[in-house]
């Protein structure tokens, strides 16, 4: 815990001397008492005395104190909070290994059923967008809220030679970020290609550099990246990794398959697949965000049921103050009750 104005909890220094204060007027009372010609007819009219009871409401208003005291010094703490993501992209594999059977039935049919099902739990107000990328990346379903659009876009998939792993990336914080001109052709081909001037054609004024941002710090959005092989073309991951870094989106990478490879057959050819875990955990971590691995379809649905809690709850430095204050309002008003009960007075 951290305090915004830490100089307030010196104040916590006259809780002590509540202490000696009530203990003082404890002997004082008793020192009246001795005055008394006989303590035994004092005792007798008085009848049975409250006990440790009697201390019960000055221990909870001395408590009340130390909750106020801490609340005016701004605490704040790491704690749970709802998540304030509001935009979902999942860029998914649709290469030619997908149709691989170690995971049960095939890969693409398991990572189709866990993302309807990642889809089912998502709060209703997070909108999701949809990527696919084998040898190129291209949104198949923009971010929306209607779950329905989400699912068909999700059940139209078409499996598609190579795997260009960046591109699906690029694509997405395209998508996630609009208004920040990321251009993939500008990546893949360098500035002077992807500009294209024509003879006589008026020059585009240069994009305004962007400047980077905290990796991780960008909490309305997020990309999951669900891949089962090694990039064969596009962008250099590492390198897409690196601009959603710069852009403060992190990326969750999700690894589905077998990490030894398996032998595929495909319209004629076949190949050797295998799980590039390596690359997929270094997105991870550049981005700030974490790696699973779904070796069958029952990981691959427990890995999208743990991300849906992490997007929809995270951590956060938050200022529990209002907490705190509430606490002490609460045995204020439990120690004036107890009081009125028992004595007929407050404390």
């Known amino acids: 815990m951290t305090f915004a104005w830490p100089q307030f909890l010196w104040l916590l220094l006259l809780l002590p001397l509540l202490v000696l204060l009530y203990l003082w007027l404890l002997s004082r009372k008793k020192k009246l008492a001795v005055r008394y010609a006989s303590l035994t007819m004092v005792k007798e009219a008085m009848g049975r005395g409250p006990g440790l009871r009697r201390h019960v409401p000055p221990v909870l208003f001395l408590l009340s104190l130390a909750a106020m005291l801490l609340a005016s010094s701004r605490p704040f703490a790491v704690v749970r909070l709802p998540s304030q993501q509001e935009t979902i992209m999942l860029a998914m594999d649709v290469s030619g290994s997908m149709r691989a059977t170690d995971v049960e039935p095939t890969r693409m049919v398991a990572a189709q059923n866990a993302a ?6 998502l709060p209703r107000n ?5 990527v696919a990328f084998a040898g190129t990346a291209s949104v198949v379903q923009p971010a929306t ?3 329905e659009d989400l699912v068909a876009a999700i059940d139209k998939f078409q499996m598609q030679r190579a795997t260009a792993i960046g591109n699906g990336i690029v694509v997405s914080l395209a998508e996630l970020l609009p208004e920040a001109g990321i251009d993939l052709s500008k990546m893949m081909y360098g500035r002077d290609r992807a500009q294209g001037s024509s003879l006589g054609s008026k020059p585009k004024a240069p994009p305004k550099e962007h400047v980077p941002v905290a990796p991780g710090s960008y909490t309305s959005g997020a990309i999951i990246l669900l891949t089962d092989g090694q990039r064969t073309t596009g962008v250099d991951p590492l390198e897409a990794a ?3 870094a710069d852009h403060g989106v992190r990326v969750y990478t999700v690894g589905i398959g077998t990490v030894t490879g398996e032998t595929i057959g495909f319209e004629g050819w076949s190949m050797r697949v295998k799980l590039d875990e390596e690359t997929l955990k270094a997105i991870a971590t550049k981005t700030q965000a974490e790696y699973f691995y779904a070796g069958t379809a029952a990981d691959l649905k427990k890995v999208y049921t ?7 709850m995270e951590k956060r430095e938050t200022e529990v ?5 509430l606490v002490a309002a609460l045995l204020a008003l439990l120690s004036g009750g ?7 007075r407050i404390l």
Request: aromatic share 8%; glycine share 6%; net charge positive.
């Open 126 to 130: 997070v909108r999701v967008g949809i």
């Open 116 to 121: 309807k099902a990642f889809l089912a739990d």
């Open 145 to 147: 809220l209607s779950r």
């Open 338 to 344: 107890l009081s009125l009960l028992w004595f007929n």
């Open 321 to 325: 103050s209002g907490l705190l204050a």
């Open 242 to 244: 690196k601009l959603a």
């Open 306 to 312: 743990t991300l849906s809690s992490r997007l929809t």
